[in-house]
Structures are given as C-alpha cells and as structure tokens.
C-alpha cells in the first residue's frame, strides 16, 4: 500500500539553515549540511530544501550547497528557489536533486511547465503554491510579486494540465505558527486534482499532520516542528499509524 | 533522465568504480552495466538509438551476457514495446508491453504513483539477498510493466498488483528507485555490485 508520505523542510538563507514565520522573521537554526545528514540516518521519506535569498533574486541558486547537501541524502531530494531556466533545473539535477519545485517562473509562463516535465519528466517537477486568506478569500502569493488575483485551485488545476506532477501547496498564513495545517484550504483542494498535493505551513504536532491527510492531503511537509520541538518524524508516523493512516514503519 | 547523479553515488557509497557515460568504448570495457532513467519511453529510445547504444547494449547484455541493472525507465525500456506518449519498439529483451496505470474513473487513486510502497518479493534472487519481503521502497512513475513470460521477482499493490522487480539470466529490473531507498535500497546495489 501507498504511504503518506511525511517530508521535512528546510529554508536556506545566507548559506545557513534558517526557520521563517508567515515567510519574515528568519532565525538561524544550524547547517544544512548536517541537518541533511541526520534526515538521511532518520530515514525520513523525502527532504525539500528551499533557498529563499535564490527565490527572492537576491542570489543565483547555491549550487555548492545543494551538491553537498545531496551527497547526504539517500531518499528522494527536492530543491527549489531561483529557478528561472531549464539549464537551471540540470544543474540542479546535476547536483543530485532528484526533483524540483518552481514558482515565480511557473507564475509568469505556464509553458515553462509544459517545458520542464516534458524533458524531466512529470515526476521531477513540483509546482509550489503559496497562499493566504484575504476577507475570507484564497488567493495566490508570490513572494516577490504579493498577493495575486488569482484562484489556487485554478492554478494547481492548471500547473497539473501543463504537466506538473506534484502540487507544494503553502498557507503562508499558517506557515511557521505551530498552530496546524489550514485544513478549509486542503478540503477545498480534494478531489480537485489527479496529481499529489503535499500540504505545507502550520504542523506544531503530530495530530495536526493526521488532519491533514484526513482532510485529503498525499503528504506533509513540516520545518517547524523538527527544528524546535521534541518530536521526530517517527512521533508522526506512530500518530499515523494510530489513526490508520498508511505510513512507512522502520525497524 | 536526470538521476544519474543519484545512482552514481549509490554506488560509490558502496565503494563501487561507476562512470556515467554514453561511450561505445567505455561500455564495452565494463564488468556491470546499469541503465538509470526517469522521463519518457519514447524520450528514452530515442536517446539510445540517436548515441547509437542500442547495438552496443545488445552485444554487451544480450551475447556477452554481463551482469544488467535497470531502474524505473530503464527497465521498462527492456520490454517489446512502450506506450508512452506514442507506441514505440523498446529493447525486447523482455516479452512484455509498458502501459500506464488503468484505474476506474474517480477511484481517487492519483498518478503518478509515487511515494513509498510494499514489494512483495514473489520469487528470491541474489540481488534480494538480505532482503526481507514485503519492505517499502521508493516509487516514482505514471507506467508499469506488462509481461508475457514469468521473469517477475516483485509485486506491489497500487490499485491493482503490478511487476515491480523482475529477473531474467543476466538481467536484473527495478520499477522503484533502490538509490532513494535508504539502507534496504543501497543493499540490493550492493548485491548487484557483488555479482
């Protein structure tokens, strides 16, 4: 059977692993590097390292780094950040990431979808959407961009009709507030898409991650709750399995 | 394709000589010969057919028999024939057809299959050794195998049982991905280095 997957996060900035709250306010948590190395010997099912001064053009994307981080990791590795070209997504891929998430060039040509999955494949190509809740109205965020007058689920509907294989989907309302995932933003997802949604933004423990999927989540992505609390991304999959939801059990 | 990058440091974890390369020489000089893949049937023929490899890989896999490894693509690529994008001749080393996932409208299955699922090892083989059944591996693909004739090692269930491992003679099959697949995966590489 299939698993919910359960997948850390990490935001780099300036070189270092930093932990962000509604996108601002970033803290420095510790080394990539290693971060990356103790996923491995945790076994978690995938990493996604987003390089946020790449992202916001402030820096070509850290090619170094990502090499590095990648000689650490022996499960699925997603990067994103910067990427504004194809010949970006084969160096990222040289570098060892095995997918990668796109957001700001996916905003301004959906046909860089339709370009990328044809010569990755569908399956190395996540696009990321992030959200917030304006007068009681979704709409998408670009963090160089602002708020958009546009409609996620009609995005993701069509990152998904131009090739995507994946959706990131982020509440940058909840991200970072340990208060759980934005679940009305999942429900109104469900059934929406044929491809994976991998919700983002909120986790403080391990039941909210069991909301999520209940509410029609593939997978979770969480920064957060690995960085500062106790729990481990085994505490999630006992809480899974608890609930009956299907998740990889190591012995 | 893209993760060669992934499979040449899986096998350089496991203190193992690779190098990526698509040259004519290079491949007839090697012991082992390992086909990685993600992307496209079609895309992947066509690759091999325009570097002229097919020959080659027929001479080297098929006459001189050393030891094949291929992953997701790449071993979908052993198959008659691939329905991917367009119908297009594969390899035919194996007696099968690549189709992609056939579910039930609204069964809320979604594609592509990926994530970490079930193989069930249906018959043992040496790159199984030290393998216990019914381990999670990591899946990334839209088409599985179909076969003709009994080469299967693995099963795995995703809306329906499909062939996720086979082996035939000198030839060896994964539709999952065993260098993303932790401890368990770089075992069964290390297996297949140890051939």
Known sequence: MLKHRIIPCVLLKDWQLVKSINFSSYRTIGHPVSTARIYNSRNVDELIVLDIDASLGIDEMNIELITDIAQECFMPLTVGGGIKTISDIHKLLDAGADKVSINTIALKDINFVTEASSIFGSQCIICSIDVKKVQGVYKVFNKAQGLLDIDPIVLAQDFERHGAGEILLTSVDYEGTLQGYDIELMKGFSNKLDIPVILNGGMGKPLHGVEAIQNGADAIAAAYIFHFSEYTPNDIRYEFLKHDISVRILN | ?195
């Open chain 2, 1 to 195: 394709m893209g993760n060669f990058c992934s499979v040449q440091k899986s096998f350089e974890r496991n203190n193992s000589n690779v190098i990526v390369s698509n040259d004519h020489k290079i491949i007839m000089n090697a012991d082992k010969i390992v086909l990685p893949g993600v992307g496209s049937f079609r895309d992947g023929m066509k690759n091999l057919t325009n570097l002229g490899l097919i020959d080659v890989l027929n001479e080297e896999v098929i006459e001189n028999k050393k030891p094949f490894l291929g992953i997701c693509l790449g071993m979908q690529l052993m198959a008659n024939t691939g329905y991917e994008i367009s119908k297009t001749k594969g390899l035919g080393w194996i007696d099968g057809e690549v189709v992609k996932f056939d579910f039930p409208a609204n069964n809320g299955l979604k594609i592509p299959h990926v994530g970490w699922n079930n193989l069930m090892i249906k018959s043992n083989n040496l790159l199984y050794e030290g393998i216990p059944d019914n381990k999670d591996f990591y899946f990334v693909h839209s088409y599985h195998l179909q076969l003709n004739e009994d080469v299967i090692t693995g099963m795995t269930e995703y809306g329906y049982q499909f062939v996720s491992s086979i082996s035939k003679n000198n030839l060896y099959g994964f539709q999952f991905h065993p260098e993303k697949s932790q401890e368990l995966g770089l075992a069964i590489i290390n297996n297949f280095i140890n051939l």
